[in-house]
């Protein structure tokens, strides 16, 4: 069994193997003029983009630089 990875936080000095993460995606709709429906594209979508942060002091966290 391997060694669990953790994170420290260089902030508040807490450690833990959890960070948070806040994602925006665009999902793709069609858009039906005559009955006003949405249907969604299916596995149509892009992660717009990604931040980490401590679960702890929510301070923003740059894991490039803590690898």
């Known amino acids: 069994m391997g060694k669990l990875k953790t994170y420290t936080c260089k902030y508040c000095k807490n450690t833990n193997e959890l960070i948070g993460i806040v994602q925006k995606e665009a999902h793709y ?16 979508e892009s992660v717009e983009s990604q931040k980490l942060f401590c679960l702890n002091c929510n301070e923003k966290i740059d894991l490039a630089n803590n690898i």
């Open 29 to 44: 709709y069609s858009w039906n003029l005559d009955t006003k429906q949405m249907e969604d594209f299916h596995g149509d």
